[in-house]
């Protein structure tokens, strides 16, 4: 019986990175998602911010180490580009560590 489930295990992770991570986009949590099942999201940023409106918990969807205060999205430059430069990204949310509801490379 375990050799059955092993082999149904080595199935069902040759699906999600054959088919399923492929298709997620790059910075975003359902990429993120499939990283986690797969152990794979250690290389991930792990801060975090809190979506005020409904409490709800985002984490970063970059590589580690990406951040940099000084490197400004290209709104805060004044440029019209949305470049999110080196601050933090998840799906549609840019944010910086200095935000109040913000907690840098926490561990998650």
Not at 33 to 52: F, K
Not at 59 to 84: I, V
Request: aromatic content about 6%; overall charge negative; charged content about 30%.
């Amino acid at each position: 019986m375990r050799q059955r489930e092993r082999a149904d295990l080595v199935l069902l992770e040759e699906f999600v990175r054959g088919t399923v991570l492929p298709r997620t986009h790059p910075n975003t949590t359902e990429r993120r998602r499939v990283l986690e099942a797969l152990g794979e999201a250690g290389g991930l940023c792990t801060a975090r911010t809190v979506e005020m409106s409904s409490g709800d918990v985002i984490l970063c969807t970059r590589e580690a180490g990406h951040y940099d205060p000084d490197d400004l999205p290209g709104w805060k430059r004044g440029r019209s580009d949305k470049t999110p430069g080196s601050w933090h990204l998840a799906d549609g949310s840019i944010w910086s560590d200095a935000g109040a509801a913000c907690y840098p490379h926490a561990a998650v």
